[in-house]
């Protein structure tokens, strides 16, 4: 079984559980998926576990004891949701190939792509399952990865109780409205903590709360904004809960500062040239310094003139793509 997928990029952040185990997220949230870069994974039934990881080039790239224990974990909590839909004849233990064609150095997070391919494949190991389900088994890997089973612009809803109760929700497709994701890496000197243990501590934060009472609210005004293509509304959005976003990781404890000051000085100099050459672009960024310069096709060259003068930097192009799927059977 072989699927593929890639990132995706939050509109409408997910930071936060109210299952830590389950990875059920205290909201819900919206993404845009992307069309590149892809994650190819191959798996098979196995009599005992088997993991490999390649870079695009072909060269290793080992996975540590820690990703091995997410990977093998990961399993057993869709082992777990796959009998509880009547799934049956699942392997204990998995040979799996993961082909990364994400250059370590471009500050994407694989995790949600690599998530997803998995949960796509697992997918394939049960029989007639829907995209909704395709989504929660992702989402048990890494709750952005549950964005991934449809294309285009996918929101990740909670709905009840229960090892199933998120599961990603299709907006529009990519046919509905192409957007460029101009991505702008800073090079990187901090040690990172990854999203898996800032959403632990995220309920610290004196702003979390707030954050989740206003989630339905930033949600309906972002799939207005997708569903009617309103460019502007879509900024002022997904600008504030970014923004918003970070002002929780800074203010929980541990703090997480995963802006830099190259993120800043980028920022500021985007909203002078948006200002002055009417630019349909809109900024956000995830757990890292990277900018994502999400924009319209008729403002795409000039952000991408914008982002290769950046110093220093590493431009990485995307736009809007088709999400998970079976590579062959
Ligand atoms: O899926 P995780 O556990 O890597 O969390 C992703 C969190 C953010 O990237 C910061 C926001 C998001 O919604 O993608």
């Not at 569903?227 to 929980?252: G, N, P, W, Y």
């Not at 900024?283 to 924009?295: E, K, S």
């Amino acid at each position: 079984m072989k699927a593929s997928s890639s990132p995706n990029i939050a509109l409408i952040k997910y930071w936060g559980n109210r299952d830590e185990e389950l990875r059920l997220p205290a909201a819900d949230s919206v993404s845009m998926v992307l069309d590149t870069p892809t994650v190819e994974a191959s798996v098979e039934a196995s009599e005992t576990w088997k993991i490999q990881s390649f870079h695009a080039d072909g060269s290793d790239a080992p996975q540590s004891e820690k990703s091995i224990e997410r990977l093998k974990k990961h399993w057993s909590l869709c082992i777990s949701y796959l009998e509880g839909i009547g799934q049956t004849d699942l392997p204990s233990a998995l040979k799996i190939d993961i082909r990364s064609g994400i250059p370590p150095a471009i500050g994407i997070a694989s995790s949600a792509a690599v998530f997803s391919c998995l949960g796509e494949a697992y997918g394939a190991l049960g029989k007639n399952l829907t995209r909704e389900q395709v989504s929660i088994l992702s989402r048990l890997g890494s709750g952005s990865a549950g964005r991934n089973s449809f294309g285009g612009y996918v929101a990740l809803e909670n709905h009840g109780n229960g090892i199933g109760s998120a599961c990603g929700k299709q907006i529009a497709s990519e046919a509905h409205w192409i957007l460029h994701d101009i991505i702008i890496v800073p090079s990187r000197e901090e040690k990172k903590v990854g999203s898996t243990e800032g959403h632990a501590s995220a309920a610290t934060s004196p702003l979390f709360a707030a954050r989740i009472n206003d989630i339905p609210r930033r949600m309906k005004e972002c799939t207005d904004a997708l569903l009617t293509k309103d460019f502007e509304k879509l900024q002022v959005i997904s600008e504030e809960d970014a923004l918003d976003m970070h002002r929780c990781m800074e203010t929980q404890t541990p703090a997480l500062h995963y802006l830099s000051e190259v993120t800043h000085s980028i920022l500021r100099e985007l909203e002078g040239v948006r200002k002055s050459d009417k630019l349909n672009v809109l900024y956000t960024m995830d757990a890292g310094p990277t900018v994502h310069l999400l924009c319209t096709e008729d403002s795409v060259r000039t952000v991408e003139d914008f982002a290769a003068a950046q110093k220093g930097c590493t431009v990485f192009k995307a736009k809007t793509g088709g999400g998970s799927k079976i590579v062959s059977l």
